[in-house]
Nanobody, 115 residues
């Protein structure tokens, strides 16, 4: 099982980035997916989650700005991030959570929002 995240980088405030996470193996289908982030000096926090049943939840601080989606044909989960703010600066991690609770993580991709 491997999760490979990409798409991070440096962007100015107000800009956009799209993170993608390719999931290998057979765990992509019928499992919960999502993104967490960890900013310097802060605890890890949930950004967006897509449940097994297709229900989407966003953290309040990204509602209206971020959109999570999945591409079943490509075994990929993505996070479209618009109207980025300096406080969005963090390492972003994708995950897949199995029905029994086992969670697999991507390696993290750095997002820096700065002028």
């Amino acid at each position: 099982v491997q999760l490979q995240a990409c798409g991070g980088g440096l962007v100015q405030p107000g800009g956009s980035l799209r993170l993608s996470c390719a999931v290998s193996g057979s765990i992509f289908s019928n499992n919960a997916l999502g993104w967490y982030r960890r900013a310097p000096g802060k605890e890890r926090e949930l950004v967006a989650a897509l449940s097994r049943g297709g229900i989407i939840n966003y953290a309040d601080f990204v509602k209206g700005r971020f959109t999570i989606s999945r591409d079943n044909a490509k075994n990929m989960v993505s996070l479209q991030m618009n109207s980025l703010k300096p406080e969005d600066t963090a390492v972003y991690y994708c995950y897949v959570r199995l029905y029994g609770g086992t969670t697999y993580w991507g390696q993290g991709t750095q997002v820096t929002v700065s002028s």
